[in-house]
């Protein structure tokens, strides 16, 4: 049973940054899985913020973060880290951290992800 749980949220002003971190666990350690952030703000659909291959070869992000929020992860740990800059009052949401074992057909839709964490809540003011 693969499990997520994510930290880092938090309230800041806009303009600030914030690391957010996913720990992931129970899974087999052959096993690779693609890992992704997505975020919802209330009265909003899910969407996908930004995706890291197992390898972290490679990288996917939604175009309103590009350059701003680069995923990255500690394989020693089993952590993946968003890093988020230059934050605005529209990144306000809660923010979810995602798993899958093959290659997702989207890699920014959340419906192709079988594994979530709890959230964590990313609050901008401006």
């Known amino acids: 049973q693969v499990r997520l749980v994510e930290s880092g949220g938090d309230s800041v002003q806009a303009g600030a940054s914030l690391t957010l971190s996913c720990a992931a666990s129970g899974y087999t350690y052959k096993k690779t899985m693609y890992m992704a952030w997505f975020r919802q703000a209330p009265g909003q659909e899910r969407e996908g913020v930004a995706v890291?291959?197992?390898?972290?070869?490679?990288?996917v992000y939604a175009d309103a973060v590009k350059g701003r929020f680069p995923i990255s992860q500690d394989t020693a740990k089993n952590t993946v880290y968003l890093q988020m800059n230059s934050l605005k009052s529209m990144d306000t949401a809660m923010y979810y951290c995602?798993?899958?074992?093959?290659?997702?057909?989207?890699?920014?839709?959340?419906?192709?992800?079988?594994?979530w964490g709890q959230g964590t809540l990313v609050t901008v003011s401006s």
């Open positions: 995602a798993a899958h074992y093959v290659l997702p057909r989207n890699l920014l839709d959340a419906r192709n992800y079988d594994h």
């Open positions: 890291i291959y197992p390898s972290g070869s490679r990288t």
